[in-house]
Each structure stands twice: as structure tokens, then as C-alpha cells.
């Protein structure tokens, strides 16, 4: 049923046909209650009162209180401005206006007392405001029976059409009354009772017309925990829902290619957080439901190993494993090093790429039909329905970031009931974003890197100082070492421009001439053939230096390559560093990396290199990535289906509050798992409105 927040924003007074369009083509506000939900970003205590004396420029908005002088127009017709005198017991400053000059002019009061808001600006030596807010004290007074005045976003466009941050107030002050009284609770009253939380309508008033500091607070904690609330409880239904709905293999014991594959085949000892994570999915994957785990660990931790040990014990109950990885190189690189260990206990593995011939496929499509083949490695080639097991237990995709839910879902139905699935990441990614982003997910977390591994040692180099690098380049070639140097995409496709790297090429390969010196080259033209080609001479230790773009980012695995020459530096993304830095420090000599960048940096560019020099720590990274970019830019991000674009919750800033509406979201489901309670009506009520034209989760499982 409308009610009076449905009611179309143009009959609110001051607003009309013209106004009501910006409203809506620049925020999407069409009603009432859009306007209601379009929240301020910012206050300024007006309680606080400044003397002329002292200001000073570099203040933000201040409040002064005074009296005019005299005021005069200056200049030529269209030129024309108001200025106008303004003084109290400390001093006088000047106040411009450039629009609307006549009209303010005309009701002026001399010698009255008045209230100037607005930022001081130096204009010749003098302090100036320019189209400051200007009240007389008395008025003011009437009107403030609060003293945060709440500051809402607005474009350029809407400032050229008068609707600036003070008309948004100014509507939301003769709205208020109307609604308030109309404004439909969207919590369940035990959850207000129980944790003392603001009612909505008291929530909404405060924010945009708070009564103290305290109650905005309240209203903004109340406000950012139903957006998070909300998000936590779809997750925790789906999940639910998932482990109710599908029955999971049973793997009951471990058998003879795991206890081999440990006894015989494995290289070195597990790190203790190696062997936490196998028993913690050899526990997953014996209880009947079907596990759905992320594991995260930072770069060189040793993933893969979890993963192939996991893989042997499905084997071992009979059932047939993939692993699937987001770029030809990293799945041949599996398939080589993986084939390596377990070919010799009879364990038979597969590779299927985009690259692969007609022929071939059909060979491999057959083997797995009838169940020879054990293990199949490959790219998202895997997930084409063409692609069928006769048993699927037990799925790996690696570097999950770099794919998207759908694809994660489609490996699901490979088999009648879904295999138990390993998804892993090297990009850390903060806890408030693993929470939201893979909430439907347990989390396992290798915290510990295999023992004799130095930390990398980063460095930052203007572009001018290129010679002492190739120097430093040459050094570790005549010790023995292999070197990465590493160019920007402008952008991210299989056909990509790379010029930076043609040019650089150019300048390396004067620098380091043959014979004395080799180089391999690989970059997203290439065909996969040669790219493998490339990628081999380089593992066999016949070139030296590998200049490449980005395809080599994730997962690549050559220990004795140990120096990371990042070009453009400042081109990159914080993770993306991270990944690259990644591919050094994987054997037992000191690493380096070397982060190339020209003299201009943004200061955004600035502090990812200041982070990337500073520490290793893959999470601390990830947190001020997450504080840079915003949740919305994070890789991985977007291919979520989870809305992560809130109007008011931060999830760089808010974890405590999200800790919190994770925590009761769980609870009630697990008492409530459908939300049949009559107490939890309204729980369902919303989270059918939210939900209704959202991607359909329970379809895709
Ligand atoms: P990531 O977690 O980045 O995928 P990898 O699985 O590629 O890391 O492992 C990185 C390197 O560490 C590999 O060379 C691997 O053989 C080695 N490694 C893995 N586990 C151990 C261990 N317990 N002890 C020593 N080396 C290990
Ligand atoms: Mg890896």
C-alpha cells in the first residue's frame, strides 16, 4: 500500500518539475523516502562561534557573528559584484557575491546583528568570503533546535541548478514533519529492545537533523548495521539453506595414494598451518554435507600442496578431482610440478586449455567419462558443459579472485550431487570484505610461510636512476639469479596494447646484449605455445631475464628467479603488487624488489609505494588497498553478486559493527533458519523487498 513517503518528490514545497528531474537523473531521488535515504556525508557543530581575528585560511567553515557596515556594487554590468563589510569587536573582513548580487543586496540591514557560515579565503592579504551563508542572528536562533548541520553530496550539476547542500537541508526540513510519524520499522522489535538500537524513525531524523552528538551516533550505528544486517542474514540463508538442500560425498578414510603421496612423494615437512588446513578438510569433507571452504594464504604459503593432498584423499574414496586456475601459464605449471609428484604412484593427471587440440580433448573427455582420469588441471576451458566426470568429488580453483560466482556455481553441477569445493586466494583481502564477500564460505588461513624463507626487500627507484638498476641487474646475473621485469597493460585482455613493453624491450636488450646475456618474452599476444615456450626457458635456466606483462602475476613458481623489477610502478593496484612481489622470495636467497616509477607521483600513487616499501604483510596491504580504493574497486569485487555499494555502512571502516551484524544474523537463522517466526515477519518481509530483483542465489546452487 503507497503511503506519503511514495509520494512523488516534486509536490514537495520548493521543488516543482525542474528541480524534481535534476533530482532524479543526477541521485535517483524520485519520492519522499529517496530523499529521506539520501544521507548526509558530513556535520559542522554550529555551536561553535569564531571572532574575525581569528581566522585564517586554512580554516574550513566557520561561523562568525557580527554586524554590517556599509556594502556597495562594484564593476561593470555583467562583471558586477556585491561587496559587503562585515565587522565585530575584533575586526572587519569583506563579503563577496558574484550571483544573485542585487537580490541579496536588497535586504541588507545595516548595523544589524547577522550570522556569516562560509570558508575564509585570502584575497589580496586581506581574509574574504565569497557566497557565504548569511542570517540574521535572530532568525538563526528560531531555527536551531539542533547545532549539526548536516552537509549532503551533491554533483556540479545540481549546484548550477541551485539545489547545493543547503536546499537538500532545506527540503529535508519541511519533509520531516510530514513523514516522520509514517516512517515503517524494518527491524524486529526484539532486536531494538534486546541491543538498544534507535527506532527507524528516530534513526532517520537524527541523521539528518541531529538533536545531539549522542543521537547521531545512535542513529548512524543503527542505520549502518541494518544495511550490513541485512546483507549478513541473505548470506547465512543461503548457506543454510545449501547445506540443508545437498547431501555431501562422504570421504571416510584416507587410503593409499594420500599415505604414499606423504610417506614417499612429499619433497619437505608440511608447515604446521599446512597440516591445520588438511585436517581441517579431511574434517569438511567426512560429516555428509558439502564443504565449501576458502583458503587463504599469503603468496608462497604453500597452497598448492593443500590442495593436491585433498585432491589424493577424494581419490582415494573413489572420486575424481579438478583443479581449475585463471590463466594458461599457472594451469601448466600445475599440471608440470602436480604430474611430477603423483604420476609415480599410478595417479593419472590431465590438462585441458583453450589451447588444446580437437583431438586431444576428445581423449581427454573420454577418460574422464569413464572414470580413468583422476585429476584434471585446467583453465575455465574445465567448466564447458562439453566437460563431464563420471564421479566429480572434489574441485580446487585456485586464485579465486580472479573469477566470479557463476563460475564457482557451475563446477557445482558437475555431478548429481555437488563435490565438496577448495576455492583459493592469495590476495588477502580484508576481514570485513571476506566476511561480506565470501560469507557463505568456512575460512581456512595458512598464517605461517615454509621455514628459511628471507623476506623480500622492496626499494623504490625514480625512472632517472634506470642504469643503477641494470647494474644491480647484472650483479645478481653473475651470482646466479633470475630476473623478472615486469611492464603495465593499459588494459587487461588477451589482446592487449603493449607498448611499454616493446619500447622497454628495445632498452633492455641494448643494455643486456647477447650472447653474454639471454632474455625470454612473454605477453597476452602470444600464442599459448609460445608463451609455454618462453616460460620453459626460463624455468630450465637458459634466459636469465624474463620481461613480461601482468600474465605472469598469479602463481607463477620459479625459486631461483629471485629479483622483481615492477616498471611503471605507479601503474599498478596495491594487490597486484603484492601478487608480483609474490613471485620472488620462493627460495632460499635474499629477494629483491624493485619498484620502478616516473617523478610525478598522485598521492594515491605515492602511498601504494610507500605501503609496498614499508611492509610484506599481505593483509596490512589489503586494508589500506581496501582504504584507497573503496570496496566496490576491489578485485573480485564486482563478479560477487553481493551489493557492496552501501549508502551509509563502510566496510574499510565499520568491522566492529560488522562483526556484530554477522554474529545475530547467525543466531537467527540458526533458530529461524527460514524465517518462519512470527517475530522475525518483519526479517522476511525485507528481505524479500531487498532481494526481489537481485541475482537469484538459491537458482544458482
Ligand atoms: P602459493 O600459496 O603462493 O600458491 P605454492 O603452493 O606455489 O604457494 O608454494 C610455493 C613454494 O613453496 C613451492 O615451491 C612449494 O613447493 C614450496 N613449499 C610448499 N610447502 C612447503 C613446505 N612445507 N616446505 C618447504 N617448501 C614448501
Ligand atoms: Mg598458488
Known sequence: MPTVLDENITYLKGVGPNKANVLASELNIKTYGDLLFHFPYK????????????????????????????????????????????????????????????????????????IIFGKPTLFNQEINFTHPDLEEAQAHENKMSFNLQAYYPTTEHMKNKFLNSKAIHTMILSLMPKVVANIRETLPAYLIKQYKLLYLNEAIENIHLPKSNDLLQKAQFRLKFEELFYVQLKIFRLKTYQSTHY???????????????????????????????????????????QMNRLLQGDVGSGKTLVALMSMLLAIDNGFQTCLMAPTEILANQHFKSIQELVEPLGVTVGLLTGSKKQKERRI????????????????????????????????????????????????????????????????????????????DLDVSVIDELPPGRKPVTTVHYYDSKRLRVFGFIKEQIKLGRQVYIVYPLIKESEKMDYKDLEDGLESISRAFPIPEYSISVVHGK???????????????????????????????????????????????????????????????????????????????GRKRIETMVRTNDGFEISEVDLKLRGP??????????????????????DTQILSFARQIAEQIIEKDPKLEHSDNAILKRQMELKWKYEFNWSQIS
Open 43 to 114: 556535520y559542522v557543530d554550529r555551536t561553535k562561534f569564531y571572532k574575525l581575528n581569528e581566522l585564517n585560511p586554512q580554516m574550513n567553515f566557520v561561523q562568525v557573528k557580527g554586524k554590517i557596515s556599509s556594502y556597495e556594487m562594484v564593476g561593470e554590468k555583467r562583471k558586477q559584484r556585491l561587496v559587503v563589510k562585515f565587522f565585530d569587536e575584533t575586526g572587519s573582513v569583506k563579503l563577496i557575491w558574484f550571483k544573485g548580487a542585487k537580490w541579496i543586496a536588497e535586504k541588507l540591514k545595516i548595523n544589524s546583528d547577522y
Open 247 to 289: 547431501k555431501g560425498f562422504r570421504f571416510e578414510k584416507v587410503g593409499e595414494y594420500f599415505n604414499n603421496f606423504y610417506t614417499k612423494q612429499l619433497p619437505f615437512e608440511l608447515t604446521g598451518a599446512q597440516k591445520k588446513v588438511i585436517k581441517e578438510i579431511r574434517r569438511d569433507t567426512n560429516t555428509g554435507s
Open 364 to 439: 581427454l573427455h573420454e577418460d574422464l567419462l569413464n572414470g580413468n582420469l583422476k585429476i584434471l588441471i585446467g583453465t575455465h576451458a574445465l567448466i564447458e558443459d562439453m566437460v563431464k566426470f563420471a564421479n566429480l568429488g572434489f574441485v580446487v580453483i585456485d586464485e579465486q579472485h580472479r573469477f566470479g560466482v557463476a563460475q564457482r556455481a557451475k563446477l557445482w553441477k558437475k555431478n548429481i550431487h555437488p563435490p565438496h569445493v577448495l576455492v583459493m586466494t592469495a590476495t588477502p583481502i580484508p576481514r570485513t570484505l571476506a566476511m561480506t564477500l565470501y560469507g
Open 526 to 604: 602470444m600464442k599459448p605455445a609460445e608463451k609455454d615456450k618462453a616460460m620453459e626457458l626460463f624455468v630450465r635456466k637458459q634466459t636469465q631475464i624474463m620481461v613480461a606483462t601482468t600474465v605472469i602475476e598469479v602463481g607463477v613458481n620459479i625459486p631461483n628467479a629471485s629479483v622483481m623489477i615492477v616498471e611503471s610502478a605507479e601503474r599498478f593496484g596495491l594487490s597486484q603488487l603484492h601478487q608480483l612481489r609474490g613471485r620472488v622470495g620462493r627460495g632460499a636467497d635474499q629477494s629483491y624488489c624493485i619498484l620502478m616509477t616516473g617523478n610525478k607521483l598522485t598521492d594515491v
Open 632 to 653: 566496490g574497486d576491489i578485485e573480485g569485487t564486482q563478479q560477487s553478486g553481493i551489493p557492496l555499494d552501501f549508502k551509509i555502512a563502510n566496510l574499510a571502516k
